[in-house]
């Protein structure tokens, strides 16, 4: 097993706000909350981040209600903030919040002015 750098508060205080906007440290965690319009979204964005985080074999805790989903990321075996919670924290924030309409792509994304079809609530 390859040690890792663990970070100082400072040095996550730092990074978290250059790299990871939504993300703030809190209690030995990095944490992000993620709104969404209801249970079904819930669930897509528990089982997104279960499937990224079982790829990365690098588990988070989550909590998990109606409307929201709370991701805390830590590396238990070095006791602190790692470059595997930043990567993988990196990564969910990347598929969570993707927002295909914004890439001028043929994928049009969402249609969230539609009660019946929303999804994340976006930041």
Known sequence: MTTSHVYTEDEVTEKLQKELPHWFFENGWIRRKY?????????????????????????????????FVIVKLSTHSAK???????????????????????????????????ARFKYIKYD
Do not use: C, R
């Not at 981040?49 to 909590?63: F, K, M, N, Q, Y």
């Not at 790692?82 to 990196?90: G, I, R, W």
């Open 35 to 67: 709104k969404t319009s209801g249970w079904k979204a819930t669930l897509m964005v528990v089982n997104t981040v279960g499937h990224l985080a079982e790829a990365a074999w690098h588990h988070p805790d989550l909590t998990v209600s109606y409307a």
């Open 80 to 114: 602190g903030i790692t470059d595997k919670d930043f990567e993988l924290a990196t990564k969910i924030e990347q598929v969570i919040a993707w927002q295909p309409a914004l890439d001028g792509g043929a994928l049009e994304g969402t249609p969230n002015e539609d």
